[in-house]
Nanobody
Framework: QMQVVESGGGSVQAGGSLRLSCVASEDSVRLGSMGWYRQGPGEQRVLVAITTRGGSINYADSVKGRFTISRDNAKSTVTLQMNSLKPEDTAVYYC???????????WGKGTLVTVSS
């Protein structure tokens, strides 16, 4: 069972920055897509940003130009640099990781990001 652990959440004022990190307990050669998702109060979990094993990256329209996802295959980690944060970015952020050739997503427990106006 692969373990996924996030870190780096916290509270920040609007316009500030936070950096989230996620590490998977699997050798990087066995990893497929790695991504960040978020779930606001009373909302469903939605994709924020994702990077494939081959290096393709996709962002939700709401974070384009403000968030940057990066992946370190040597360390089985993925990070999310969040700049120009807005109150509407407030949510629990989850890291989701897939093993190569598998559609199952392994989730971390989530980390809370709170942006105050």
């Amino acid at each position: 069972q692969m373990q996924v652990v996030e870190s780096g959440g916290g509270s920040v004022q609007a316009g500030g920055s936070l950096r989230l990190s996620c590490v998977a307990s699997e050798d990087s050669v066995r990893l497929g897509s790695m991504g960040w998702y978020r779930q606001g109060p009373g909302e469903q979990r939605v994709l924020v940003a994702i990077t494939t094993r081959g290096g393709s990256i996709n962002y939700a329209d709401s974070v384009k130009g403000r968030f940057t996802i990066s992946r370190d295959n040597a360390k089985s980690t993925v990070t999310l640099q969040m700049n120009s944060l807005k109150p509407e970015d407030t949510a629990v952020y989850y890291c989701g990781v897939q093993k190569i050739f598998s559609s199952r997503t392994y989730w971390g427990k989530g980390t809370l990001v709170t942006v105050s106006s």
